[in-house]
């Protein structure tokens, strides 16, 4: 029996991976889920034969099946019910109760280890503690983020010589995991200060990141839940969480430099800077010319005689749902002999790949969609950039104020077509806190209102034609 769970567990951890490959298309994500999905029932089935899992008795399976069983009929009605826009702050919290997880199943261990009982010593000893240590911050980390992101924590926080602070409260939390992972004999009162120490480290960490590097910080957070995992995996002897924890914990370290790539920041300048707060300590030189509108038959009618046009869609679009009207827009459009692409940033929205799953839901062909390096070029022979709901995104300072807390971060050169068309809700400023010269600029045109309604006009203006 061993042997065949051992089997099941490795054809799992194909699976995972083959999942995890087809994920990196729209075409093929929904595939890759489902893939993933089996598998995962398949290494949690085939535990239930495990001999540790049956020398604890009966009362403790009965204990599992009511556990998978409340935690499963959470997860299908929250997941059924979750609209697209609040998708990122699901996949966060989700994302810190792996890591509580894995945490929790540390701190069993190490009460175990305080009273008395040996848990292995030495390697599997500090594996426990590191586990412990990277799933708490993630699951208190990922919690605030989830605030953040749903509206219950309105502003960032930073507190006078906040970085101090967190070095000191690191030092100490590393002080009580060293005394737990290379002591002989701990006190119960050692492992409380250890997670106390830990769980404040995560939400003092996360505070004072503000909304436009959360993208960046989910997925980091995602890399630490499968690192904490895989340790904790290695203390239990199970492989299966061993080989997930290190799939999950080198894919979402991958994306997350390529994230903080994107932003052309470092991820310490990500995790220990001002950007995205609202500090309001942002250098901003001065705009130049005004806001100019237009209304929606006109801009209708420039798009609609137009031979390119490439839309830039944001976080303004997920808001309004207007996906569907968007892609209606883009057949009427296409009918009339325009060509259409869509430009993508790669931090665009509110988690990776936020505007490519709504435009796969919206029925958007792949082939119309180009990331930031290979749609750039195309701008200055675009005769219409229809920027809806991006912001910071597509911001020139990023390329012309040094003392701007985005400059370097490359951007959509929505500014550089024939004539750019913004669609926003009103003339507050992005995420970053700054305002959008974007806005200002000769070329640009603003639209204002809901995106939905403002789609749904441009719809009706192109059909008059």
């Known amino acids: 029996m061993s042997s065949f769970i051992e089997i099941v567990y490795f054809a799992a951890a194909v699976i995972f991976i083959l999942g995890l490959k087809k994920m990196s298309s729209p075409v093929t994500a929904r595939d890759g889920i489902v893939w993933a999905g089996y598998a995962m029932v398949a290494a949690t089935v085939v535990t239930f034969f495990s001999p540790a899992v049956h020398g604890h008795g009966v009362f403790n399976l009965l204990l599992i099946v009511i556990a998978i069983a409340i935690g499963s009929y959470v997860a299908f009605k929250s ?20 890591g509580g997880a894995a945490a929790a199943i540390a701190a069993v261990e190490l009460v175990r280890f305080a009273a008395g009982h040996d848990i292995g010593g030495g390697t599997v000893q500090l594996l426990a503690v590191l586990g412990a240590l990277i799933g708490a911050i993630s699951f208190s980390g990922s919690a605030v983020a989830y605030a953040k992101l749903q509206g219950l924590m309105k502003k960032t926080l930073r507190l006078p010589s906040h970085q101090a602070l ?21 006190s119960g009162f050692t492992v409380f200060l250890f997670f106390l120490c830990a769980l404040v480290l995560g939400v003092m960490v996360t505070l004072p990141i503000g909304g436009a590097d959360m993208p960046v ?29 290190t799939v999950v914990g080198s894919s979402g370290t991958l994306l997350t430099q390529l994230m903080a790539k994107a932003m052309n920041r470092p991820l310490s ?32 009618v420039t798009m609609a005689y137009a031979d390119k046009v490439i839309i830039v869609p944001g976080y303004g679009m997920a808001v309004a749902q207007a996906q569907h009207k968007l892609a209606e827009l883009v057949q009427l459009l296409e009918d009339r002999g325009v060509t259409v692409k869509f430009a993508i940033h790669p931090v665009a929205g509110r988690m990776p790949g936020h505007m490519n799953v709504l435009l796969a839901e919206a029925g958007i062909d792949y082939d119309k969609i180009y990331d930031l390096d ?15 709901g991006a912001n910071d995104v597509v911001n020139p300072v990023a390329r012309t104020n040094p003392d701007s807390p985005i400059y370097g971060m490359p951007i959509l050169d929505a500014d550089k077509a024939k004539n750019c068309i913004v669609i926003k809700r009103g003339k507050g400023a992005g995420f970053s806190g700054i305002e959008n010269h974007l806005f200002y600029a000769e070329n640009t045109r603003m639209l204002y209102g809901d995106a939905q309604k403002a789609l749904g006009e441009l719809i009706a203006g192109v059909k008059q034609l």
Do not use: C, H, R
């Open 374 to 388: 290979e749609i750039n070029p195309e701008f200055p022979t675009a005769d219409v950039a229809l920027v809806i």
């Open 166 to 186: 967190n070095i000191s409260l690191f030092a100490i939390t590393v002080l009580f995991g060293a005394l737990l992972a290379f002591s002989g004999e701990v």
């Open 217 to 245: 910080v989910i997925s980091l957070f995602n890399a630490l839940t499968g690192l904490a995992v895989a340790f904790e995996g290695y203390l239990l002897g199970n492989a299966a969480m061993i080989i997930a924890g």
């Open 269 to 300: 300048n990500i995790l220990f800077s001002s950007f995205g707060s609202d500090s309001g300590t942002a250098q901003e030189e001065e705009i130049a010319g005004s806001m100019k509108e237009i209304e929606a038959s006109d801009a209708a």
């Open 79 to 98: 997941a059924k019910s979750v609209e697209m826009t609040d998708m990122p702050q699901m996949i966060a919290i989700y994302n810190g109760m792996g």
